[in-house]
């Protein structure tokens, strides 16, 4: 049986584990670019969010190489994501093509339905199949926090890089190890490895007083996916900021489990601030997180957060539209950016007002430190 | 001894086009005076659209104007309730989710807010209600007098709109309080039955909507919205595929009135209102086209925003209108006059043109 699955950034390893963990082969779509990006617009509704787009042109790639078993994760929540698969399947079949779609069911996954779907996947229906879905279970758990821990690193190690390009290459190089790694020894060695691949990049470490501390934050698709963000994070890097990022894979995973404490901590300092605006309940998609970590970010003293999220997207925008008067009426001092990611997106005006916003961040920073600021 | 009655301020907008007479008898029962705001008007919009952020929808930047032109009214509370469910199953849209915060976070100077949250999930709308009148400090049996009124209130207003009547007018029977009022069917002769499906804040505010409803019945069309229809089809939870049932509250209702009007087809065509950047729209949209074009009922989605031209959306309605009649008439002329020369108007269709 052949399986394809949406891309979403550096977590293709992780989702890949989980198929051929129970037995299925894998197609892996190319990296997302703008040829295939072509026929998902072609064939999607007009203003549906980004991410959808996107994932139904990887549906498209892979139906027309041949294969026929489409998984869609899919969501219970009030935003969109729920609707995804449906959706794109009707779409799908709409223009003549024959295939089965499975989906994950991941609004909780403590009620274990995601089981369903592994089983289904396997060709194995013996009861000894149950020891392989756990194994693959927890396989993709360990990948998960791997690829987390070098999405972390990456965007930490970045801009004190001696030699443009080299954290590029090493991350890519311990996503491709994690990928070949298939036991549970090898993947352990790994955390060491990982490491060790990220302290060999040459380093110039500078004064902390020079570093801009800048927290990236938004919905989990656009984060993680370098084409849908059009790189932001490498671009802020080479712009000379620390990108702190908290939000991946294994922690959307741990707040399905109910496990993600860091999350239950961003709950709380939304909910602590009532008066101004915080967010009371989770109204869906990681608005939660963005005004959690915002809070958190500014509390910590942090230079700047840059907000992402697809346009059109129903929790984001809430989100954004508190996050903008916050600042503004000076509850809090860090400064937001927001970038609303759509098929229309300019590069040289995303860069250009990267650069700006960076430049005002160390205008900022010197004001603050020396008490006056560049003229 | 003089009693000075709260003032609560009720914005015109969002879901007052649904719930508003359930709550304005349950307050005035409690003995509160209902401050609404004006109607929607181009002041509205424009201060609305300075206080949100560009990219939010309509309703929601028409839903600060109103709250700011309440402001003005010397309100004593703001009555801003979160609605998160009505039906068991179904969430309304994150922003309605988050709109007591959203008003909270981005308005300043605001009169104290009347919060409470309407989730049929976690608790019947009785205890909602309950909650409300706490608020207010009104005893427990105060509250349940007010609420059963209400309740009564709310269903014979909902028989009213079944009956035909639009919000408006019912809306001033209501108000009326006189309870044997019968609708008059009038019976007049209209070229199409068309339906304009969408949210209520949406299809009864003329203002967003560029006064669609009265244009539409001057062009001699039978208007049809989502509430004159009977109120049993709105039971049963809708389906998009054969493992995924719809969870959005409002979309619901819009998914059951399609589905009723594609199974009956005792329609000539679908108007779809939406707002511009509205998430669960943009997939519901889809959908109905998809099954539109399949039953072969005509459909058209109107996309509404702060720019709309009145021109291109009365141009795109007409030519809408336009090729429903022809298509009538088309079968009328294949059928009963084969031999009519071209060049000659029919009838009917001179008569349509006449009103443009």
């Given at each position: 049986m052949k399986v394809t699955f949406p891309h979403m950034g550096n977590c293709w390893p992780a989702f890949k584990v989980l198929?051929?963990?129970?037995?299925?082969?894998?197609?892996?779509?190319?990296?997302?670019?703008?040829?295939?990006?072509?026929?998902?617009?072609?064939?999607?509704?007009?203003?549906?969010?980004?991410?959808?787009?996107?994932?139904?042109?990887?549906?498209?790639?892979?139906?027309?190489?041949?294969?026929d078993n489409l998984v869609m994760a899919t969501d219970c929540g009030p935003c969109r994501?729920?609707?995804?698969?449906?959706?794109?399947?009707?779409?799908?079949?709409?223009?003549?093509?024959?295939?089965?779609?499975?989906?994950?069911?991941?609004?909780?996954?403590?009620?274990?339905?995601?089981?369903?779907?592994?089983?289904?996947?396997?060709?194995?229906?013996?009861?000894?199949?149950?020891?392989?879905?756990?194994?693959?279970?927890?396989?993709?758990?360990?990948?998960?926090?791997?690829?987390?821990?070098?999405?972390?690193?990456?965007?930490?190690?970045?801009?004190?890089?001696?030699?443009?390009?080299?954290?590029?290459?090493?991350?890519?190089?311990?996503?491709?190890?994690?990928?070949?790694?298939?036991?549970?020894?090898?993947?352990?060695?790994?955390?060491?490895?990982?490491?060790?691949?990220?302290?060999?990049?040459?380093?110039?470490?500078?004064?902390?007083?020079?570093?801009?501390?800048?927290?990236?934050?938004?919905?989990?698709?656009?984060?993680?996916?370098?084409?849908?963000?059009?790189?932001?994070?490498?671009?802020?890097?080479?712009?000379?900021?620390?990108?702190?990022?908290?939000?991946?894979?294994?922690?959307?995973?741990?707040?399905?489990?109910?496990?993600?404490?860091?999350?239950?901590?961003?709950?709380?300092?939304?909910?602590?601030?009532?008066?101004?605006?915080?967010?009371?309940?989770?109204?869906?998609?990681?608005?939660?997180?963005?005004?959690?970590?915002?809070?958190?970010?500014?509390?910590?003293?942090?230079?700047?957060?840059?907000?992402?999220?697809?346009?059109?997207?129903?929790?984001?925008?809430?989100?954004?539209?508190?996050?903008?008067?916050?600042?503004?009426n000076k509850y809090f001092d860090i400064p937001p950016i927001f970038f609303g990611f759509d098929e229309h997106s300019g590069e040289a005006g995303l860069i250009t007002r990267l650069e700006s916003y960076v430049d005002l961040l160390k205008n900022k920073k010197e004001k603050k430190n020396n008490g006056n600021g560049r003229k | 001894m003089i009693v000075i009655k709260k003032r609560i301020g009720i914005p015109r907008s969002l879901l007052y086009y649904k719930y508003f007479p359930l709550w304005k008898t349950f307050l005035e029962e409690l003995g509160v005076e209902i401050v609404l705001s004006d109607r929607t008007n181009s002041k509205i919009i424009?201060?609305?659209?300075?206080?949100?952020i560009d990219e939010i929808c309509i309703p929601l930047k028409l839903y600060y104007g109103h709250v700011l032109n309440l402001l003005e009214k010397n309100i004593d509370y703001l009555f801003v309730p979160r609605y998160v469910s009505t039906t068991i199953g179904t969430y309304f849209c994150p922003k309605f989710l988050g709109l007591p915060d959203m008003v909270r976070g981005t308005i300043d100077n605001l009169p104290p807010i009347i919060e409470f949250e309407v989730n049929m999930q976690k608790r019947p709308?009785?205890?909602?209600?309950?909650?409300?009148?706490?608020?207010?400090?009104?005893?427990?049996?105060?509250?349940?007098?007010?609420?059963?009124?209400?309740?009564?209130?709310?269903?014979?207003?909902?028989?009213?709109?079944?009956?035909?009547?639009?919000?408006?007018?019912?809306?001033?029977?209501?108000?009326?309080?006189?309870?044997?009022?019968?609708?008059?069917?009038?019976?007049?002769?209209?070229?199409?039955?068309?339906?304009?499906?969408g949210h209520g804040y949406n299809v009864h505010d003329s203002f967003i909507n560029m006064n669609l409803i009265n244009k539409l019945n001057k062009m001699k069309v039978n208007v049809v919205t989502l509430e004159n229809l009977p109120l049993e089809i709105?039971?049963?939870q809708t389906v998009i595929t054969n493992t995924l049932e719809n969870y959005w509250g409002n979309e619901e209702e819009i998914l059951s009135a399609v589905n009723y009007l594609f199974e009956t087809k005792d329609i000539d065509g679908i108007i779809f209102i939406c707002s511009f950047c509205c998430g669960p729209d943009s997939l519901i949209d889809e959908i109905m086209a998809r099954d539109a074009k399949k039953l072969k009922i005509p459909y058209i989605g109107l996309v509404l925003d702060e720019h709309s031209g009145q021109a291109g959306v009365i141009t795109r309605v007409e030519a809408f209108v336009d090729m429903i009649v022809r298509k009538k008439n088309n079968i009328r002329i294949i059928y009963k006059k084969p031999t009519m020369p071209i060049g000659i108007i029919n009838k009917s269709e001179k008569e349509v043109g006449a009103e443009f």
């Open positions: 198929c051929t963990g129970v037995g299925a082969e894998v197609y892996l779509p190319d990296p997302n670019n703008v040829k295939q990006l072509d026929a998902g617009l072609k064939h999607s509704p007009e203003w549906v969010c980004f991410p959808f787009k996107v994932t139904l042109s990887n549906f498209i790639e892979a139906l027309d190489e041949g294969v994501f729920g609707f995804y698969y449906a959706v794109q399947e009707r779409i799908l079949r709409d223009l003549g093509y024959d295939f089965k779609m499975y989906y994950l069911p991941q609004g909780d996954l403590l009620d274990f339905k995601w089981i369903k779907l592994l089983k289904a996947l396997s060709e194995d229906k013996s009861l000894l199949n149950y020891f392989r879905i756990f194994r693959t279970a927890r396989l993709f758990l360990m990948k998960s926090q791997l690829i987390q821990t070098v999405e972390k690193l990456e965007g930490k190690i970045r801009c004190y890089e001696v030699n443009k390009g080299d954290t590029t290459h090493t991350l890519n190089k311990c996503i491709q190890l994690i990928d070949d790694a298939n036991t549970f020894n090898e993947l352990n060695k790994l955390r060491k490895r990982i490491k060790n691949e990220f302290d060999k990049i040459e380093i110039n470490k500078r004064d902390n007083n020079e570093i801009l501390k800048v927290g990236l934050s938004g919905e989990i698709q656009v984060t993680l996916d370098p084409f849908v963000n059009h790189d932001i994070k490498r671009k802020l890097g080479e712009l000379g900021c620390e990108v702190h990022m908290n939000l991946s894979l294994y922690d959307w995973i741990k707040h399905k489990f109910h496990v993600n404490f860091h999350r239950k901590y961003l709950e709380y300092l939304n909910k602590s601030q009532k008066n101004i605006g915080g967010l009371q309940m989770d109204i869906g998609g990681e608005a939660f997180w963005v005004m959690g970590e915002y809070i958190d970010y500014a509390q910590r003293g942090f230079d700047g957060f840059v907000h992402i999220y697809p346009f059109t997207c129903m929790p984001e925008i809430t989100a954004k539209s508190i996050l903008t008067k916050w600042y503004g | 424009d201060i609305g659209g300075r206080y949100a709308m009785y205890l909602s209600a309950y909650k409300l009148g706490k608020v207010l400090h009104k005893s427990t049996w105060q509250i349940k007098k007010a609420y059963e009124k209400a309740i009564k209130d709310y269903k014979y207003f909902r028989q009213l709109m079944v009956d035909g009547l639009s919000f408006k007018k019912a809306l001033n029977v209501l108000n009326s309080k006189n309870r044997n009022f019968k609708p008059k069917k009038k019976i007049i002769d209209y070229v199409a039955k068309i339906a304009i499906i709105f039971k049963n």
